[in-house]
């Protein structure tokens, strides 16, 4: 028996990306969030509320690069999505007021009339509404522990890279499957607060020259290997492999029945 081991990883959408990024609700409602913002560079957060996202890890070294950088300080908002687990899934609700209770610490200390570091939504949001705040952002900072490939890195690429306009930075876990695709995204280790807060310092200082050749590159390769793209490869590997086996059957079947004839002048 045969095995054909084969990786696919799956895109995004990003024909659809593109026509909702087009309406003009969606231009207002970034226009609307960019506003709100104001001249400060967004910091962009979108997981699910799991240990193996790193939310922790990030929050705390967002703490410690507030210490360390205060000239930061009014100039950058960290917008933290967190979506909720499936209801019951009380393994996360420590996780959770952990979280709440370092963000709430990190507000408390910092926060001025004007400034609030940390803005965090705990809640879904629609696909949507998430492709806006893609847009609004400076930085995608995606660190999460583990991941099998993470598709919100792949989706801010999609946004970020036809928009016109300045250029946003991704900066992504080098411990996510997408990073092995997304090679220009800058690289972190969750692990290390030194490599978070220093990743996030390269993206905030990085010019629009760099910014706009990373989003390039990544942008060409989120759209050729794009959600149509997988589920024609992942076709054709079948097709493929349902040739082989049609192959080795022939190779295989049992040989015709043959008569063995004997010459009538051959002695028995």
Not at 57 to 82: G, S
Not at 123 to 142: C, G, K, M, P, T
Not at 167 to 180: C, D, H, I, P, Q
């Amino acid at each position: 028996r045969k095995v054909r081991l084969g990786a696919h990883p799956v895109g995004v959408n990003a024909k659809y990306i593109k026509e909702v990024m087009a309406r003009t609700e969606t231009q207002e409602a970034v226009d609307a969030i960019r506003k709100e913002m104001g001249s400060k560079q967004v910091i962009l957060s979108v997981e699910r509320l799991d240990y193996v996202k790193g939310p922790l890890e990030k929050i705390y070294a967002f703490q410690e690069f507030l210490e360390q950088y205060p000239e930061f300080h009014e100039k950058v908002v960290l917008v933290n999505i967190c979506t909720p687990p499936a209801q019951g899934m009380k393994i996360y609700e420590k996780v959770q007021l952990e979280l709440e209770q370092a963000i709430g610490k990190i507000n408390g200390r910092y926060s001025t009339v004007t400034w609030t570091p940390i803005r965090f939504f705990f809640r879904s949001f629609r696909f949507e509404d998430v492709l806006q705040h893609y847009a609004v952002a400076d930085i995608a900072w995606i660190t999460p522990l583990r991941d099998g490939l993470n598709l919100v890195a792949k989706e801010y690429v999609a946004v970020q890279g036809q928009k016109t306009g300045n250029k946003g930075v991704l900066v992504l876990s080098e411990f996510a499957g997408a990073s092995v695709e997304l090679g220009y995204a800058v690289r972190t280790n969750p692990y290390d607060r030194k490599s978070l807060k220093e990743s996030l310092l390269h993206a905030l200082v990085m010019e629009q020259p760099e910014r706009e050749m990373r989003m390039r590159r990544l942008y060409d390769s989120v759209a050729h290997y794009d959600i149509e793209h997988w589920g024609n490869s992942f076709l054709e590997q079948l097709e493929i492999i349902n040739e082989d086996k049609e192959w080795d059957d022939n190779q295989y079947a049992a040989p015709a029945k043959t008569e063995v004839l004997i010459p009538a002048n051959v002695d028995g």
